[in-house]
C-alpha cells in the first residue's frame, strides 16, 4: 500500500528560487530518505533522515521531519536548472537483514531559465 | 554511475516471448532489489535479496521469476507477460549497518509489452 504521499505532485520555479516539497506517510519510520529521478532513469540517494531527527542538511538541501505529524519536506535553495528532476520520499524498513522503501507519488520539479 | 548496472536499457517483448532482465553490482552489498515503476503509480518493491536468499515476494505474479545466483548478480525471468507489464524495472543494492542503509539504484531497464 502507497505510504507516502507528496505534495505537490508538479512544481515550476524561475531559477534561483527556493523549491519546498512535502511528504506526508501514514505508519511509525525507522529512517525517511529523499531520493532524485531525472527523466526515465534511476532514483539517486540524497538524504537520509532518522526519526529521532528533526532537520539534516546538505549543500543545498534542507529536510525536515516532523513525527508528531508524520510529515517531512524537501527545501532546495538557490535552484539551478539542473534541479529539474521528480523527487521521491521514501520511508524505510530494516526488515531480514534488508531494506524495504516505500515510495511516494513524487513530485516533478521543473526549474525554469 | 551508481555501481549498479542494468541490461538492457531497453526492451520490446511480446506476450508469448521469455527474457531476462540482468542487474550487476559492483559494491559490495548484501541486499539487492527490483522495483517496478509504472506511469501514475508509486515505485513498488517487487523482491528482496539478502545473502542470495530471497526474503520477500511482495505478491508478484509468477509470471515475473527472480534469481539470484550470487551476492552480486540478480536476474528477473519474464514469460507471458501483459501488456500493463510494460514499465520501468529499476534493480538497487544496499549494505544494511544498523538500522541505517541507503539504497543504489541501476537505471533500469525500459520494458514494453506489445
Known amino acids: 500500500s502507497q505510504q507516502g504521499e507528496e505534495d505537490p505532485q508538479a512544481l515550476s520555479i524561475q531559477e534561483g528560487e527556493n523549491a519546498t516539497m512535502n511528504c506526508s506517510y501514514k505508519?511509525?519510520?525507522?529512517?525517511l530518505q529523499w531520493y532524485r529521478q531525472n527523466s526515465g532513469r534511476g532514483l539517486v540517494h540524497l538524504i537520509l533522515?532518522?526519526?529521532?531527527?528533526r532537520e539534516k542538511h546538505s549543500g543545498r538541501l534542507r529536510v525536515t521531519l516532523d513525527t508528531s505529524k508524520k510529515s517531512s519536506s524537501l527545501l532546495i535553495t538557490a535552484s539551478r536548472a539542473a534541479d529539474t528532476a521528480s523527487y521521491f520520499c521514501?520511508?524505510?524498513?530494516?526488515?531480514?537483514?534488508?531494506?524495504?522503501?516505500?515510495f511516494g507519488q513524487g513530485t516533478r520539479l521543473t526549474i525554469n531559465p | 554511475e551508481t555501481g549498479v548496472t542494468q541490461t538492457p536499457r531497453h526492451l520490446v517483448m511480446g506476450m508469448t516471448n521469455k527474457k531476462s532482465l540482468k542487474c550487476e553490482q559492483h559494491?559490495?552489498?548484501?541486499?539487492m532489489y527490483w522495483y517496478k515503476q509504472s506511469a501514475k503509480k508509486p515505485l513498488e518493491l517487487m523482491f528482496v535479496?539478502?545473502?542470495?536468499?530471497?526474503?520477500e515476494n511482495n505478491s508478484v505474479p509468477s509470471r515475473f521469476s527472480p534469481e539470484c545466483p550470487n551476492s552480486s548478480h540478480l536476474f528477473l525471468h519474464l514469460h507471458t507477460l501483459q501488456p500493463e507489464d510494460s514499465a520501468l524495472y529499476l534493480c538497487?543494492?544496499?549494505?544494511?549497518?544498523?538500522?541505517?542503509?541507503?539504497?543504489?539504484f541501476g537505471p533500469g531497464t525500459r520494458l514494453t509489452v506489445t
Open positions: 538497487a543494492s544496499s549494505q544494511v549497518s544498523g538500522s541505517v542503509a541507503r539504497c543504489y
Open positions: 533522515i532518522r526519526s529521532n531527527e
Open positions: 505508519t511509525s519510520i525507522n529512517n
Open positions: 559494491l559490495g552489498h548484501n541486499a
Open positions: 535479496y539478502n545473502f542470495k536468499e530471497q526474503t
Open positions: 521514501a520511508t524505510d524498513f530494516i526488515i531480514q537483514g534488508a531494506q524495504k522503501l516505500v
